[in-house]
C-alpha cells in the first residue's frame, strides 16, 4: 500500500474515532435543574436572604425593646445600727426603704425609640435589596449555565458538521481533485473541533456547579431547558420609583438625624425620682421620705458624641447625593443596554439565518466542486461564530435586564418585590 493510501486510512479511522467519542460526549443520564420560577420560590432560603431577615427581626426586637421604661431601682438603708455607745445594737436605728424611678425627661425615650425605629426601616429595605439581588443572582447563574449547555451543544454540531466536510475532503483527495494536504488540514480541524468541545464542557459543567450551588439543590444539575435566555425582558417601568439603594441611602440618611437628637438629648441632666419611708427605731416612729437627684454637667456635656453624630449625618447626607446621582445614570445606562442588547440579538438571529444558507450553499458548492475547501471553511467558522454571537447577545440582554431589574426593585423579568 502506497503511503498516500496509508494516510488516508489513518485520516478515515481518526475522524471515525472523533465520531465515536462525541456520540459519547452526552451523559447517559440527566438531573434536569428546577425551573426559573420554581427556584425564585425558594429564594428566600438563601443564607444571604435568612440573614438579612434575621438582622431585620433584631432590629424589630430593639424596636420593642426601646419602648419599654427603665426598671425603678429598690435601696434599703440602715443608719445608727451595731456602733458604740447608744447605737450599740439596733435600738437607735433609722431603716429606709426607698424606690427610686429615672423620669426620662426632656424627650429621652422617644427619642431612643425613634432611632429604633429608623434602624429597623433600614434593615427592611436591606431585606429588601438583599432579596433583589440574590434574584438577579440567581437569574444570572441561571441564564450562564442555560448559555454554556447551548454553547456545548452547539460545539457538538459544530465537530459534526467539521467532521462530515473531512469526510467529503477525503473523498475528493481518494479521486485525486484535491492534493493530501487537504486531508491533512481536515484532521486538524477536526481535532480542533473536538478539543473545543471539551473545552465547552467543561465550562458548561462549572456553570451547573454554580448553579447548584447557587440554588442549594440537592444533586448537581446536567442537564437544564430554556428558562431565561430566550426571554423578553419585563415592560419599562414607567412610574419613575426611586431604586432601593437610594432608599437605604435615605432611610440611614434620617436615622443619623434623629441619633443627633438623642446625643443633644444625653447632654441634659438625667433627673431621678425617689419615693420611700423611714424606721426611727429610737422614737418607735415612722415616716415618709422624697428625693430628687441628677448630674451635674460640670465635666461631660456630651459634646463629643454630639459632634460625632453630626459627622455621621453629614455622611449619610453624602453617600445619599452619590446615590441619587448614581441612579440616574445607571438607570439611562441599564436602559440603553438593555435596548441595545434587544437590537443585538434580532440581528444576531439573522445573522444566523444568513450564515447557515451561506454553509448550506457553499458544502453543495464544494461537493460538486465548484468551490475550494478554503471557502467552505470559511463559510463553517462564519456559520460557529454567528451561532455563538447570538449566545452572547442573548447573555448580554439578560445581564441588561438584572441591572435595570435591580434600580426598578423588582426580580428579572418579573414583578416587584
Not at 226 to 234: F, K, Q
Not at 344 to 361: K, N, P, Q
Request: charged share 25%; hydrophobic share 45%.
Amino acid at each position: 500500500m502506497s503511503s498516500s493510501h496509508r494516510r488516508l486510512s489513518l485520516l478515515t479511522a481518526g475522524c471515525a474515532v472523533v465520531a465515536i467519542a462525541t456520540a459519547a460526549a452526552a451523559p447517559a443520564w440527566a438531573d434536569p435543574a428546577p425551573s426559573y420560577e420554581t427556584l425564585l420560590e425558594r429564594i428566600g432560603q438563601t443564607p444571604v436572604n435568612v440573614e438579612a431577615g434575621a438582622l431585620r427581626d433584631a432590629a424589630e426586637a430593639r424596636v420593642r425593646q426601646a419602648r419599654v421604661r427603665p426598671n425603678p431601682q429598690l435601696g434599703l438603708t440602715a443608719d445608727g445600727v451595731l456602733g458604740s455607745g447608744p447605737y450599740d445594737g439596733y435600738s437607735n436605728a433609722e431603716t429606709s426603704l426607698a424606690l427610686t424611678q429615672d423620669l426620662e425627661l426632656w424627650g429621652r425615650r422617644g427619642a431612643r425609640v425613634d432611632v429604633a425605629r429608623g434602624e429597623a426601616g433600614t434593615a427592611a429595605l436591606r431585606r429588601d435589596l438583599t432579596g433583589v439581588d440574590a434574584a438577579g443572582r440567581l437569574a444570572l447563574v441561571y441564564a450562564e449555565a442555560e448559555a454554556a449547555d447551548r454553547r456545548f451543544q452547539l460545539a457538538k454540531e459544530a465537530l459534526t458538521i467539521t467532521l462530515a466536510d473531512a469526510r467529503a475532503a477525503l473523498l475528493l483527495v481518494e479521486e485525486g481533485r484535491e492534493p493530501l494536504l487537504r486531508g491533512i488540514q481536515a484532521e486538524t480541524e477536526a481535532a480542533s473541533a473536538r478539543a473545543s468541545l471539551d473545552e465547552a464542557g467543561a465550562e458548561r459543567e462549572a456553570a451547573f456547579a454554580r448553579l447548584t450551588a447557587t440554588a442549594m439543590l440537592p444533586t448537581v444539575v446536567t442537564s437544564i431547558d430554556p428558562g431565561v435566555l430566550d426571554r423578553a425582558p419585563s415592560a419599562p417601568d414607567q412610574s419613575g420609583a426611586t431604586s432601593p439603594v437610594v432608599r437605604l441611602a435615605e432611610a440611614e440618611r434620617d436615622t443619623a438625624e434623629r441619633r443627633i437628637r438623642v446625643e443633644q438629648i444625653n447632654a441634659r441632666p438625667n433627673v431621678s425620682a425617689s419615693v420611700g419611708i423611714t424606721r426611727y427605731e429610737a422614737e418607735d416612729a415612722t415616716a415618709l421620705t422624697f428625693g430628687v437627684s441628677m448630674p451635674l454637667p460640670l465635666f461631660d456635656r456630651n459634646r463629643g458624641n454630639i459632634q460625632a453624630a453630626q459627622a455621621e449625618f453629614r455622611a449619610a447626607n453624602a453617600r445619599l447625593d452619590g446615590a441619587r446621582l448614581d441612579e440616574a445614570a445607571d438607570r439611562s445606562a441599564a436602559q440603553a443596554r438593555l435596548n441595545a442588547s434587544a437590537s443585538r440579538v434580532g440581528a444576531t438571529d439573522a445573522g444566523v439565518t444568513s450564515a447557515e444558507e451561506a454553509y448550506r450553499l457553499s458544502r453543495l458548492g464544494f461537493e460538486a466542486g465548484r468551490i475550494s475547501q478554503l471557502e467552505l471553511r470559511a463559510s463553517r467558522a462564519a456559520l460557529i461564530s454567528a451561532r455563538n454571537a447570538a449566545v452572547d447577545a442573548r447573555l448580554a440582554r439578560v445581564r441588561a435586564e438584572i441591572d435595570l431589574a435591580r434600580l426598578q426593585s423588582r426580580i428579572p423579568f418579573g414583578a416587584a418585590l
